[in-house]
């Protein structure tokens, strides 16, 4: 297992999403933690769920540790594959703000969703739901954790996208 500090374009990167709002100087990255697919794999049994495809993976965050399966990129290249690592740096990356806003309840919280949800805890609708609950006054807040996470994930992949919607800012906002 190989473990390091972030890279300097993974916070540059983060910092588009997060700004100062995380202490990014905490974070260690594991890499090739092969028990996280493990992990995932023992729990979807549990749950019913099915498995997950061969060519995905399950990253976790304890804490400010953030733990990947497999090796990650050490430089970033304008690819799409570079850009999907990034994102899901940048979901683990909001399990650690939640960390720091709420102490070790952020896993107890997550660990409950999961149950709650299952195969959902997820999905908050994608960009058209999240536009919809804005307009009723629903912030990031209002979600479950994986979903806060799984907004910001996909609020990078908007904005660092040509095809930008003012909505992921909005969001990115609600950090503030």
């Known amino acids: 297992m190989i473990r390091r500090k972030l890279h300097k374009w993974e ?7 997060f700004a100062d709002f995380v202490d990014y ?3 260690t990255v594991f890499e090739e933690a092969l028990w996280t697919n493990l992990f995932d794999d023992i729990s979807r ?4 769920i099915s498995p997950r495809n061969e060519n995905e993976h399950n990253a976790i965050a304890l804490g400010f540790h953030c733990y990947f399966p497999v090796a990650l990129p050490s430089t970033y290249v304008e690819t799409q594959s570079c850009r ?4 899901w740096l940048i979901h683990e ?7 720091q ?5 952020y896993l107890y919280d997550v660990l409950i969703s999961h149950l709650r949800y299952g195969a959902d805890v997820y999905d908050y609708g994608g960009s058209h739901g999240l536009r919809r609950h ?8 209002d979600y479950n954790l994986e979903q806060q996470a799984t ?3 996909d609020a990078y992949l908007n904005l660092i996208s040509l095809d930008y919607d003012c909505i992921w800012k909005e969001v990115v906002s609600d950090l503030e």
């Open 11 to 17: 916070e540059k990167e983060a910092q588009l999403v």
């Open 25 to 27: 100087s905490r974070i």
């Open 45 to 48: 049994k549990c749950r019913l």
């Open 84 to 87: 999907v690592y990034m994102s």
């Open 93 to 99: 990356i909001a399990h650690v703000w939640q960390f």
């Open 101 to 105: 806003r709420m102490g070790w309840k």
């Open 134 to 141: 804005r307009q009723v006054g629903k912030k990031l807040m």
């Open 151 to 153: 907004i910001l994930q």
